[in-house]
Structures are given as C-alpha cells and as structure tokens.
C-alpha cells in the first residue's frame, strides 16, 4: 500500500492530468479543468419510471397511466430483498416476499388492473434496510446477518437467480447504497471488514444472473452522496491529500475521489484475478439523494455556486470506468411535501452536472407521495415510516421523507420535478 507522506507518486498512477510531483503538499498540482456540459436532458427510452403497489393507486384519480407510458420508456421497480414489514421472513415463507415473486405480482394484478405495461422492465433490489443500519435478511435462527455467512449468502444468491427467470426483464441493480455499508458502524464498532464479503457475493450473483440470462444487463448500486461525503475525506486523509475534518482542496479532489472509488467501487466492477480485470458490470448504479446540509448543497437544491456542483459530480464517469451509469433513484430530501420547488432546481442542477456522463437510464425515487392521512384507521405513509420503529434495525420502515418523495402528490398534482424529468432534449 502507498504511505501518506510522499503523494507524488500516487497522483502520477492515477491521473495523467495532474502534472508534477510534490512531496510538500501539492501544491502546484493544478484543479483540472471542468468539462463541456449541456441542459443533460434525456430522452423516452432514457428516462424510468418508478412505480409500486402504491403509485398504482393514482390511476384513475385524474392521471392517465397512457400519459405516463408515453412519457416514459422503462417501468422500474424498487424491490427490498423481501417485502415484509415486520422482521424477516423464515426460510419456508421467504419466497413469497422476494423480488421474483413480489414483481411478479405488481405486474401481474396491480399494473394490469390499471392499464400499465412496460416492454423494458429494471427491478432494484435493496440488500440494506431503509435506515441503511443493516442487511435485510432471511432468519438464520440466532446467527446475525453477514456477507460471509454461507446461510444468507445462498438466500441471495438464489433470489437473485429467480429474478433472472423474470419474463421481459432487462437490468437488475444488486444492492442500492451498498457503499453505505462500507462505513456502518453497529455498537461503536465499524463493520467496514465485511465489505469485502459483500463483493465477492456480488460477482457471484452477476455470474449466476448470467449463467441464468445472459442477456439481462447486471449492475451494483452505490450511493453517490455517501462516496463523497465519507468515503472521499477518509481516504484523503488516509493519504495525506488533507487532514482530517478538512475538506478536499480542488487540486487533490480527482486523486481522492479515484483513490476512494478503487476502495469501495472498482472492485465490484471487475474482478482483479487476471491482469486487465474480469468485468463483473454492464453498468454502475448510482443513488443521487444528497444530504442537504453538506457541501456543495448547503441547504441550497442549485448548490452553493454552479461550479461547485460540477465539480461534486465532474469524476463520475472516471468513477465508472467506462462503463454506463444508472441513476436509478434521484430525490431532494424532504420532510413534508411543501418542498416541491427545491426538487425541481435540484433535478435541473442534476442533470447539467451529469450530461458529461453515459447515462443509460434515470429515475426519480417515486412516481407519487405516499399519503400521510387517510380517511379510515389506516395511515399508509405510517405503514412505511415511523418513529422509534425507523430505527429499529429489523424493520423495514424509512424515514418520512420518502413519503413526499414522488413527482404527482397523492391528491394527482403534477409536480415541476416531473415536467423537468420528461423534457426531451
């Protein structure tokens, strides 16, 4: 491994843009320049639409499930890796709740029943739970969750092979946010060393996906706001690029980030065994629901000046290696739905940051709000989220800003976020 104090040889292997070679800092190691950019809007067949049982139910309250179909040219489905809402199904009941057969039933009752049919279908599969705090799982008697615990491992691994049966699919996402587990921390103590189990399973499940559908396009997901808000600054601080609680200068921001990315995502992208690599990818899938109150946001959707913004997102096709980058979920975080305008300037900032980039598709979180009060007992964005149960490490509950997370609120007001998303370039 490089040690920190000498830097100059790190920068040389890294990038051919950085010029020099410094043992005091860097100093004269220029920012690389931004590049070209445009409006970045993407066309039919780039844009997904996310739905689930609960988006469904807009239809028919003055939204056309045809308007939508035109407007969009992929159906994406967010599944858990098993849609249970209490604790973790037992090996016996598991099936019933995993995605083959959860998809199955969405496209086979709910869509059908509302006129909504997709010839190109991406089902994302999350492996963490909504607090992102630890692995959704089949139970395994006392055993807790981990990628090297042949039980669970298996349970993947062949949830996985069913979705690959899945009729009419073209992309399945392993993991969403997986770099988030890179950095989990359970009773004070960082879990960082299972990381490396998460990613041979991952090659694992992308060769029995294929052995299965060679034709189906298989990518991992990371979450880009986690990359950059933790993995970057440790790793650069790791290498003496910065010191710790410091922000990463321009100049060094290309070194740090590639460095970062080799730790947490180049190896899920191709596997090291030979020298050129094995691809293990067809695409990356990247997450794009920034924390707010961090750099370059700063509580502002449009980021503090543009170029910051750009620059936030300026080494994301160096990060993927060439290949194509999913979006497969984008959201400005919010806690009520009086925030609308905010995620129409994010999206819009968002997409001129990334037209530099191969996007192969993109979506928002979610097509409609998940509404908070009903007119019976049942609270269906309670169903989702909650209080003291958000943090409960079995459940499957998120946070309530993922009920103001769609395009359409659930009274079938269209939001700006929508219109921009659909614009053709």
């Known amino acids: 491994m490089f040690r920190p104090t000498v830097r100059a040889c790190i920068a040389l292997s890294l990038t051919a843009a950085l010029v020099g070679c410094d043992d005091g800092g860097g100093g004269d190691t220029p920012t690389e320049p931004l590049p070209t950019y445009s409006d970045g809007h993407w066309s039919v067949a780039q844009r997904g639409v996310a739905l689930d049982d609960e988006d469904v139910e ?34 016996n009941e598991a099936a019933v709740h995993q995605p083959r057969a959860t998809a199955d039933a969405l496209i086979a009752n709910d869509f059908a029943d509302n006129g909504v049919s997709y010839d190109r279908i991406a089902v994302n599969v999350d492996l963490l739970t909504p607090g992102r705090g630890a692995l959704l799982h089949v139970c395994m ?49 960082r879990r960082r060393d299972d990381y490396s189990n998460w990613v041979t399973l991952y090659r694992e499940v992308y ?32 290498y003496g690029l910065t010191e710790a ?8 921001l290309k070194e740090a980030v590639m460095l970062a990315a080799r730790r947490t995502i180049t190896p899920l992208l191709k596997s090291d065994r030979t020298p050129n690599g094995v691809p293990t990818a067809d695409y990356l899938a990247v997450s794009m629901v920034p924390r707010q109150e961090e750099a370059p946001f700063r509580a502002n959707p449009a980021g503090e000046n543009e170029a ?56 928002w979180r979610r097509l ?7 007119d019976g007992p049942i609270n269906p964005c309670g169903a989702y989220t909650g209080g003291a149960a958000a943090g409960d490490e079995r459940s499957l509950y998120y946070t309530v800003d993922y009920c103001y997370s769609g395009m359409i609120t659930d009274r079938a007001q269209v939001r700006g976020v929508y219109n921009v998303l659909v614009t053709d370039p």
């Open 58 to 91: 807009i239809f028919g309250s003055g939204i056309d499930p045809a308007t939508i179909g035109d407007d969009f040219g992929l159906l994406v489905m967010n599944r858990p890796f098993h849609n249970r809402l209490t604790g973790c199904p037992s090996p």
């Open 368 to 374: 409609v709000d998940i509404p908070e009060i009903l």
């Open 308 to 363: 910051a913004v750009l620059r936030h997102y300026q080494y994301l096709p160096d990060v993927a290696e060439g290949l194509p980058v999913v979006l497969p979920q984008i959201d400005w975080e919010s806690q009520s739905g009086a925030n609308a305008n905010a995620k129409t300037t994010y999206l819009t900032s968002l997409k001129r940051a990334v037209s530099h980039t191969q996007i192969e598709w993109a979506a």
């Open 141 to 189: 008697a006392a055993r807790t969750p981990r990628f090297d615990v042949n039980e669970h491992r298996a349970a993947v691994i062949s949830a996985f092979e069913d979705l690959a049966r899945m009729p009419d699919i073209d992309y399945i996402t392993v993991g969403l946010e997986m770099n988030r587990y890179y950095h989990l921390t359970v009773d004070g103590v």
């Open 245 to 252: 609680g410091s922000e990463v200068p321009d100049r060094d």
């Open 207 to 238: 060769a029995a996906i294929k052995a299965i559908n060679p034709t189906v396009k298989v990518g991992p997901g990371v979450h880009w706001g986690t990359l950059m808000r933790l993995t970057v600054p440790e790793v650069a601080t790791e």
